[in-house]
């Protein structure tokens, strides 16, 4: 699946609406909604013309956490995440930071990965 089918992006005057969107399970992490993710932020900070972000969920939850199925193996590993070119980590684990305001708005549950980024 392609990055951009699991999140959402609409921009609205200089703010950046990003929406989770794997509503059928729960909003959790796969990698490509974490790439997505971070690709988003890498738009947020390169562009002059936005000065904020909001994050948040389509569905009832804002997130059920890590799929971990997908992650486990790569957890187990140590490994970290490498993001592709104009991303920026929105965990901030490594790499360069944020410096533009993120506004999360939290629905329902938000496990794991999802309190990690407010």
């Not at 992006?9 to 997505?36: P, T």
């Not at 901030?92 to 549950?109: E, F, S, Y």
């Amino acid at each position: 699946m392609d990055n951009e089918e699991r999140i959402t992006k609409e921009r609205q005057g200089h703010v950046l609406l990003i929406g989770l969107d794997r509503v059928e399970k729960c909003n959790a992490f796969d990698l490509a909604m974490l790439n997505a993710l971070s690709l988003a932020y890498g738009e947020l900070e390169c562009d002059d013309d936005l000065r904020c972000g909001v994050l948040f969920a389509h569905g009832a939850h804002f997130t059920s956490g890590l799929d971990l199925a997908q992650f486990a193996p790569i957890l187990a590993r140590g490994q970290l995440l490498e993001l592709q070119e104009g991303a920026l980590d929105p965990l901030i684990l490594d790499g360069p930071r944020l410096t533009k305001p993120m506004v999360c708005a939290v629905q329902g549950i938000c496990l794991t990965i999802g309190i990690e980024l407010f």
